[in-house]
């Protein structure tokens, strides 16, 4: 197995080098505004699953932020169960948000559900269910044992609080600035400890 030498002289360099590349990691986390609308509303008739899609062409992961823009005096948003998604029940939400510009922070793998909590809007399909994945990929169901709380945790462990917020075109943008200084570290890092890594 080959031993990473690097002579004395560069040891700040590389630590330097390492602290830039850890600080560079949080840019990996994304602000999403719900159907990329202007408004969390009842969809169109004529794009009735916006919602449906819009969800399965992205994917969510912890850390990552959903916002809901609506006109606080005509709409809310409610978390809700995978039962009362499918039924449209509005009563006895996990969560509920009415301020127009509802933040849901994912901090944890699993299945959310989420409706508008004005009368018949749900029937209309302005709902929306996301699946954020565990660190092998997979999703956990609600009534898994591996979805249940801890004792010291919240029942829904949702937190609050301003993001800054990015398109979906600056993600993309994100990432690949990542990959371009992860690249240019490495060939600066070979560069300056030549034949010394391997």
Known sequence: MA?????RKYHSLYIIFQFFLLIQTKVLCYQYKVGDLSAWNVPSSANKDVYT???KNHVFKIGDSIMFLYPPSEDSVIQ???????S???????????????L???????????TSGAEGHCEKSQKLHISIPGGNGTTYEEDSPAFAPSADSPAYPTVFGSIPVQSANQSSSGKLHISIFGAIGSVFLTLLLGSTIF
């Open 3 to 7: 031993t990473l030498s690097i002579p």
């Open 53 to 55: 899609k819009w969800s």
């Open 80 to 86: 809700v169960t995978k039962q009362n998604y499918n």
């Open 88 to 102: 449209c029940n509005l009563k006895n939400p996990i969560l509920y948000m009415n301020n127009g510009n509802s």
């Open 104 to 114: 849901f922070n994912i901090t944890r793998p699993g299945e959310f559900y989420f």
